[in-house]
């Protein structure tokens, strides 16, 4: 029977490479409060929907004004639905304030009251 000789040299084949580090970690190593990486704002659905609406319609305004003015057709085709959007955006932000029953904010009293019922 033969035994097979024992190595003495370091194997490195099952080790594990250290990974990259990714761009946040870089970042955040900068940061004094690392609470402010990872903090979340709540944001209401309404208010989400016209930042959305209000950037797609910057963006389609600018994409217009790029746009030779041979292309008449398009250009004002593109102003028109930009500035559609910016009175759609304009009617979710004030939405909150205009309507009574959707009030932005809620009290301690109102939400037990409701809790109560």
Not at 79 to 85: D, I, K, S
Request: glycine share 6%; net charge positive.
């Amino acid at each position: 029977m033969n035994i097979s000789k024992i190595q003495t040299t370091p194997n490195f084949y099952n080790t594990q490479k250290p990974q990259k580090r990714e761009f946040i970690d870089i970042i955040s190593d900068n940061v004094r409060n690392p609470r402010d990486v990872n903090d979340c704002v709540a944001v209401p659905r309404g208010i989400f929907k016209a930042y959305i609406y209000l950037m797609a319609g910057s963006g389609l305004i600018s994409i217009a004004n790029f746009l030779p003015q041979k292309w008449k057709g398009i250009k004002t085709s593109l102003n028109v639905l930009g500035a559609g959007l910016g009175i759609i955006s304009a009617v979710y932000f004030a939405k909150p304030f205009a309507v009574k029953s959707l009030s932005p904010t809620v009290k301690k009293e109102e939400l037990n009251k409701n809790e109560n019922k």
